[in-house]
């Protein structure tokens, strides 16, 4: 029973990992943006996704060791570097994450937002400190990961979105945008989020070749989660445009809600920000920091300590900066690079024998793989000089 628990609370751990406060904005300016065409970004991406996943749970839980691990076994020093470009990148959306909490608990209550963002730092410091803090997490995420789902899908309801001609242009666009393939594929499982649910599946004692039907199940599951909750957000905000209305620029997603449902619709998104905010913190500070702790003893021995810590930075400097859109910039280019450089890694541990042992990973895996780096590498490259060109 536990075991089943840990593994869908990996899936959720990824997926509410993914779905912060940039996912609710992005995927609802972009369907401003695209309108139906915006269903055919989401397939693809959801495709990437899948391919960039499956192939980084299956090889991490295959070899028992983490990302960091298995990149030092690749080549030595390696998994310290991928370990500080996680942890800067998860430290700086952290800030992010805390500012949406922020942001969530204000519309919910007209608290001030720093108010709100150190109510949500107490609440996740407290998740970390129970005893049974990995069963505590687990449930946590799967809870709020259902509750802003279901309530996403009161909003697309009652928005009453024109669902034909979104399905017909989800597989048939009029419209193509690659760049936005790229920003959905990153937010998804770029940075610290792909591992997110393999570290925890490792932590919970799932390992080896015998677990690797659940693991291909639990991550495949992670990303369906992510895509429901984006394609029903979809929804919610084509029904909102293709009546007339007009998305805030400043807080899309909020005007989704408050269009399609009045004072109640913006409590609802007061609601769906907060879970996805504070979920992603869990997920951000969870992850960022087990790529440490294999680095030196103390860092495992005092790994409660450390997310506190982790938690408590990304609220202070969200209190002390407010919202450090430079840090974030840079934070965005670096994490879009993330992915190809790990995922690379990963397809090279896979056919070292000293890592994976007697595994076979499947070369259309493989294949599958190296045609994400490729094409994820390319993209951030033109996305880190694009987001330079901003600051500079």
Aim: glycine share 10%.
């Amino acid at each position: 029973m536990k075991k089943n628990s840990a593994i869908l609370g990996a899936a959720f751990l990824m997926a509410t990992s993914a779905i912060g406060p940039g996912f609710l904005t992005q995927t609802s300016k972009f369907t401003a943006d695209l309108l139906a065409s915006f269903g055919f970004v989401i397939l693809i991406s959801l495709l990437l996704d899948i391919g960039a996943q499956v192939n980084i749970w299956r090889v991490i839980t295959v070899s028992n060791h983490r990302a960091q691990e298995v990149a030092n076994k690749v080549f030595p020093g390696l998994g310290v570097a991928l370990a500080a470009l996680i942890g800067f990148g998860g430290l700086v959306f952290n800030i992010g994450n805390i500012a949406g909490c922020g942001l969530g608990i204000n519309a919910l209550t007209n608290l001030p937002t720093t108010s709100g963002a150190i109510v949500s730092c107490v609440i996740a410091l407290g998740i970390f400190w129970y005893k049974e803090a990995g069963q505590l997490m687990d449930s946590f995420t799967k809870v709020l990961g259902i509750l802003m789902i279901a309530l996403t899908v009161y909003i697309a309801f009652v928005s009453r979105p024109p669902v034909a001609e979104a399905l017909y242009r989800t597989v048939w666009p009029d419209k193509i945008d690659m760049l936005k393939i790229i920003t959905l594929v990153g937010g998804t499982v770029g940075g610290y989020i792909s591992f997110a649910g393999a570290h925890r599946l490792l932590d919970a004692g799932i390992s080896g070749q015998a677990s690797l039907p659940q693991v291909t199940r639990s991550s495949v599951t992670g990303i369906l989660i992510t895509s429901v909750m984006r394609f029903v957000l979809f929804f919610a905000a084509l029904g909102v445009v293709s009546h007339g209305g007009q998305l805030s620029s400043n807080n899309p997603a909020g005007s989704v809600f408050q269009i399609a449902a009045g004072d109640l619709g913006y409590k609802f998104f007061g609601f769906v920000m907060w879970c996805a905010a504070i979920t992603s913190v869990v997920g951000a500070s969870y992850t960022s920091v087990t790529f440490f702790k294999t680095l030196h003893p103390a860092i495992d021995k005092n790994q409660r300590v450390i997310i506190s810590l982790f938690i408590i930075a990304s609220s202070l400097i969200f209190v002390a900066l407010g919202n450090p859109v430079a840090l974030l910039i840079v934070a965005g280019a670096v994490n879009g690079l993330i992915l190809p450089v790990a995922l690379s890694v990963i397809l090279i541990a896979s056919t070292k024998a000293k890592i994976v042992g007697t595994y076979k990973h499947p070369i259309w895996m493989q294949a599958v793989g190296w045609l994400i780096v490729f094409f994820m590498l390319y993209m951030g490259v033109v996305g880190i000089l694009q987001s330079f060109s901003k600051l500079f």
